[in-house]
Structure formats: C-alpha cells, structure tokens
C-alpha cells in the first residue's frame, strides 16, 4: 500500500513532464496548421497512387482472379516466386538485365569523363557551349524518336550505315533484329543519348578544383597530360565513385523504355529484360500473380542493393546518395 | 622554354577540339540524315535513295504536307498538348505544396513524412500493382487521367524544389508572418513570386517527362482518337496499319522514308524550341543537386 503510493508519487512529476510536452507539441502542430493543410493532396496522391500499389503487391502470394479481386483472391504462398527460379527464363532476364546495366556503366562512364575532361581543356568558349548544348540535347529526346534516328541509320533498306555497307560491296545487315547486333544497338545508341548529359556532374567536379594547383603544377613544368591524371581524375573519382555506387544501386533497373522500344519477336533471346518480361507475362498474358511476383523480386533486390550502396558512398566518399 | 611549351599547347588544344568536332558530328550527323530523308523528293529517292547532301531548291515539303493534312496528326498533337499542359500544371500545383512544406525545420512530423516519400522513391513493386489500380480499381481506361495523374509527383523534383526553399531566407517569411498572413498566404503571395526560375525548370522537366510518354498511353488507352504524339510516332515507324496515320499510297509525293523522318522531326520540333530555356537553367547549376540520377 504504501509502496504503491511511493511509485505513483515518484511517477507524478514525469507523468506531469510528459503531459507538458504534449502540450507543447500540440501547440507547434497548431501553429503550423496551414502546412498540414497544404501537405494533404500530395500526401493524398502518394497515399493512393505509391501506397496502395504496395498494398496490391500481396498478389504475388496468392492466386490473383480479377473477379475475386487483390483481398478476395485465395493465398498461395511463394508459389509463384519458386516457379519464377526454376522457370528457364530466369537466367536469361537476369543475365540480359545485368549485362545491359554493366555495359552501360562500363562504356558510358570512361566516354563521359573524357567528354568532360575535352570540353574542360578546350579554350574555345562558343565552340565549348556549341558542343555543350548539342549533347545534351539527346537527353531530353523520348525513345521512340530515337528509334526514328537508328532507323535512319541503321534500317537494312535505306540506312545510311547500311548504304555504306552496300557501297563497299557488303551485305546489309538488320541490326534492330540481329541477335548478335542488338546488344551493341541498346548500349552504343544509350551511350550516344546519354554522354552529354552525364558530363554535367564531371564538369561541376573539375569545375570545383582549385585553378592554383594547375599554376603550380605548370610553374613545376607539368605537361598538360601530366595536369590531367595528376590533378583532374583525382578531383573527380568522388563523382566516379558515387555514380558507380548509384548505377550498382539500380543495376536491375537497365531501361526498360529503351528495350521495349527497340526489341522485336527475333532478339527476345539477347534482349528480354526483367521489365519487359513483366510487362508482357502481366499485361499481355494476364499472369498478373507471377509477374507481380517478379516485380516485387526486383524491388526488394534493389531496395537492398541501393541501401548498401548507400552505405558504402557514406563510407568512402562522405556523401549518401540520396 | 616559353616556346616551346605554347607550341606543345597548340597542339594540345588542336587534339582537344578536335575531338569535340568528331564528338559534335557523331551527333550531328543522324539528326542530318533524318532531316535529309525529311526532304528528299520522291523521284530523287527512287532513282538512288536518299543523298548526303541535298541543295535546298531540290528539297521537297510533301513529306511534312501530307503528315500534317491527315487528320490523325493534328489529333495526336492536340492530345499531346492537353496531356502535357495539364499533367504540368497538376505536377506543379502538387509538387510546390509538398516541397515548400517540407522545406519547413520546425514541422513537426517532417522526417516521417520525408521518410515515407523516400520509402516509395527506393522500392518499387513493379508494373503490374499499379496497373491493377489504375485500369481496374479506378476504372481509368481510355481516359488522359491515367497518363496524368499518376506519375504527378516525381521525388526528385520535390527534393530539388525542397532544397530550393530551404536556401528563401526565414526572415523574409516572418516579416509576412507579422503583417498578419497565414503560412498559405505567405507561399502564394511571398515565396512564389521568388521563385520563378525554380518553377519554371521544375515546370519544363514535367512538361518533357509528359510530353515523351509513350508507354503508359500505350497501356490505357485502346481509343485510336486519344493517341498522344509519340505513340502515333511509334506506329508510324513500325509501319503497322500505316494506311490508318498517313495516306502513303493515295498521291504519291513522298516516300515512306520521309513521311517517318518528317513525323520523327515534327514530333522532335516542340522539344526543340523549348530547349534552350531548359538548357539556361541546368548549365547555371539550379539542378546539379537533382541530377545524382
């Protein structure tokens, strides 16, 4: 009896604390009132169109029937999932998705830095903005124009590298439809669409270095080339580092607009991405269990693999990604 | 010594454009063949396909005419209009709100709801959940709300936009604070006004994100009469029911050839003029925060 009267009477004056605190926090919220009002569409937008998708995602693990609907449908467990690993499309998605994603990193990366290490050097200032502004350009252009521009280079009747195939005596090749031609299509014309682009984050980085450590290195009779490697790639491999970590992030991700727009029936073999598959096992052929289940694989894969790429760019380069 | 090094210098800078040359002709060079394919008359493209180089007397405008006469183009173009002003104006009129929230230190609940809007920038389920949410929940088949609303809110915008408040300086929102305004009024009547270089790169980003879509109109919407330009363009260039988009073989002015490069380049056209106002922004560095993608 008394015991419990020496515990609430210790407890009074935190319960007291606490009840001041809620007021105090009542009051901040109060005070910013017309936040809250302007937060609500937005919050109501991803409410709806990011949180209830997520919520749909259950079908991965039940038998989706429409009529039944997403909590009607009858669960199934990881059905769909196991079916998916041993299915033999499995290798050939993933293989085609992470080459995609390398190559472009491997090819688009070494072709940036270089652009924006000539567009650096140069001393031209029109004809340095004049490439500038032409290579960005790409960048905002969709896919489909894009197929436009390879047809008008690359189709078997009327290409221009086609023509010169035929001039020089040779056999016009369908590059869009080749098996051994498509992969080097998609990573070629998304280094050509994209280089420009990607030079905005080296030039800020080169742009950042300290001009007296070119003087100094100049006064010491360092060739141009010498500045180069001694001072300019060291002032970027922070940049190289945090791109690198972000496009390992996001390797299931490997342009999903690009290879759907590009690819046909013949190149599936080489072309097929995990997105593309989802897209057409779902839509198409309304599996939509599996292909959510395959959806949901590649998010939580990169969930996971941005998160740690996160932690890595903290570590190495002081910085996080997002 | 001195002479020495300018002459290694000249050589080093004839190496470095010269490069930029090779790299502003790879670029070049296929954007030209498509404007020549655009303009080859049809006569000259029988005899030997279509040339390098062409003068300007031989140019021939039917490709553009008969794209431009048949009824679906102006239909698409319009559709694209209606598509990319108003999923423009609702991106911003989300996006503004959230961000200049957000951008407030002392709300409280912000990591939490900073949080929950990253949580869905991180992980994504995926196609077909939000597939099923949109055509079969909403209903919103064959209707320009499926294109418009729900890729509004693009994260990296808010977070560019977010970081643009925080730079406002807070005395600025007090002094309107003590004249009386609520914090709506101060963003309308104090904040935006500010912010005029912000809305408008943030405004021509969505619009080119509207503009360029072609795959979710391709997935909700069947009526032939709603296509948006580059899902006409994608049928063009397939060259599936051609007859449908262009009348190719009804008077013959212009080959197949330039009636795909004349709808590449019409389609391209808007994009293009819009350009250099993006470009200012982005090469003035509003965006390099936002462009870690």
Redesign the interface.
């Known amino acids: 009896m008394s015991q419990s009267a020496s515990v609430s009477g210790a407890r009074a004056p935190a319960r007291l604390a606490l009840r001041q605190r809620a007021r105090r926090?009542a009051r901040?919220?109060w005070k910013?009132r017309?936040?809250?009002?302007?937060?609500v569409?937005?919050?109501t937008?991803?409410l709806?169109?990011?949180?209830?998708?997520?919520?749909?995602?259950q079908?991965a693990f039940k038998e989706f029937r429409?009529l039944l609907g997403?909590e009607g449908s009858p669960w199934v467990g990881f059905q769909h999932f196991q079916a998916f690993f041993r299915s033999f499309y499995f290798n050939q998605l993933i293989v085609n998705t992470v080459f995609f994603s390398v190559a472009k990193l491997v090819l688009g990366m070494p072709a940036a830095i270089?652009?924006a290490l000539?567009?650096n050097?140069?001393?031209?200032r029109t004809?340095?903005a004049?490439?500038?502004?032409?290579?960005?350009?790409?960048h905002?252009?969709?896919?489909?124009?894009m197929?436009?521009?390879?047809?008008?280079?690359l189709?078997p009747?009327?290409g221009?590298i086609n023509?010169a195939i035929k001039a020089l005596g040779g056999q016009p090749t369908p590059f869009l439809t080749s098996r051994d031609w498509f992969r080097p299509v998609v990573v070629l014309s998304d280094i050509?669409k994209e280089t420009?682009?990607s030079t905005?984050?080296y030039l800020?980085a080169l742009l950042g270095i300290n001009p007296e450590l070119y003087e100094a290195a100049a006064v010491d009779g360092a060739?141009?080339w010498r500045r180069i490697w001694h001072i300019s790639l060291p002032g970027i491999v922070p940049v190289v580092v945090?791109v690198t970590l972000?496009r390992l992030g996001s390797i299931l991700d490997a342009g999903?607009?690009q290879i759907?727009?590009l690819y046909s029936v013949p190149v599936y073999s080489v072309a097929d991405i995990i997105?593309t598959w989802?897209?057409r096992s779902?839509?198409l052929d309304f599996q939509?269990s599996l292909?959510?289940a395959?959806?949901?694989f590649?998010?939580?894969i990169?969930?996971i693999l941005?998160?740690v790429a996160n932690r890595v760019a903290k570590r190495l380069a002081q910085q996080t990604?997002? | 010594m001195s002479r020495l090094s300018s002459r290694?210098?000249r050589g080093?800078?004839l190496l470095?454009?010269g490069?930029?040359l090779i790299?502003?002709l790879?670029?070049?060079?296929?954007?030209w063949?498509?404007i020549m394919?655009s303009l080859t008359p049809l006569d000259v493209y029988m005899r030997g396909?279509?040339p390098?180089f062409q003068w300007p007397w031989e140019w021939s405008w039917g490709a553009y005419q008969q794209m431009l006469t048949h009824p679906s183009f102006p239909r698409a173009t319009l559709n694209s209009v209606i598509i990319t002003i108003s999923g423009t104006a609702l991106s911003l009129?989300?996006?503004v709100?959230?961000s200049?929230?957000l951008s407030?230190r002392?709300?409280?609940g912000r990591r939490v709801?900073t949080a929950?809007?990253?949580f869905?920038?991180?992980?994504?389920?995926?196609?077909?959940?939000?597939?099923?949410?949109v055509a079969?929940?909403l209903g919103w088949t064959d209707s320009f709300l499926a294109i418009i609303?729900?890729p509004?809110?693009g994260v990296t915008n808010t977070?560019v936009m977010m970081r643009f408040f925080e730079g406002i300086p807070e005395e600025i929102k007090e002094a309107a604070r003590i004249d009386g305004a609520?914090?709506?009024q101060v963003?309308t009547r104090i904040i935006l006004p500010l912010s005029k270089p912000i809305l408008l790169t943030i405004g021509l980003f969505y619009a080119?994100h509207y503009?360029?879509?072609?795959?979710t109109p391709m997935?909700y919407l069947n009526d032939q009469n709603l296509l948006p330009l580059?899902?006409l363009?994608?049928n063009i260039?397939i060259g599936a029911n051609l007859s449908e988009y262009v009348e190719y073989d009804l008077s013959r002015v212009a080959s197949i050839?330039s009636l795909?490069?004349a709808?590449?380049l019409l389609?391209?056209l808007p994009?293009?003029a819009v350009?250099?106002w993006?470009?200012r922004h982005?090469?003035k560095?509003t965006l390099?925060g936002g462009?870690?993608?």
């Not at chain 2, 790879?26 to 954007?31: A, T």
């Not at chain 2, 869905?120 to 949410?133: D, Q």
């Open positions: 926090l901040t919220i910013h017309w936040f809250y009002v302007l937060l569409p937005s919050l937008y991803y709806i169109f990011r949180y209830i998708p997520i919520y749909n995602a079908i429409p997403v270089i652009l000539a567009i050097e140069s001393r031209f004809f340095r004049l490439v500038q502004t032409l290579t960005y350009l790409p905002f252009v969709s896919w489909v124009i197929l436009g521009l390879l047809l008008a280079l189709s009747s009327s221009m023509e050509w420009g682009w905005i984050l800020a060739s141009r945090l972000l999903f607009n759907f727009v997105d989802v897209y779902g839509v939509f292909a959510t395959v959806g949901l590649k998010g939580v990169g969930l941005i998160l990604l997002f | 290694n210098e080093f800078q470095v454009n490069f930029l790299v502003l790879v670029i070049v060079i296929p954007l063949r498509v394919t396909g279509v390098f009129c989300l996006t709100p959230l200049y929230a407030t002392t709300l409280p709801i929950l809007i990253l869905t920038f991180l992980f994504h389920v995926g196609l077909i959940p939000v597939y099923l949410l079969k929940t609303v729900p509004a809110v977070l609520n914090d709506i963003l080119v503009w360029n879509e072609f795959f997935l580059p899902v363009l994608r260039l050839e795909k490069a709808a590449v389609t391209m994009m293009v350009y250099p993006i470009q982005f090469t560095g390099l462009v870690k993608e």
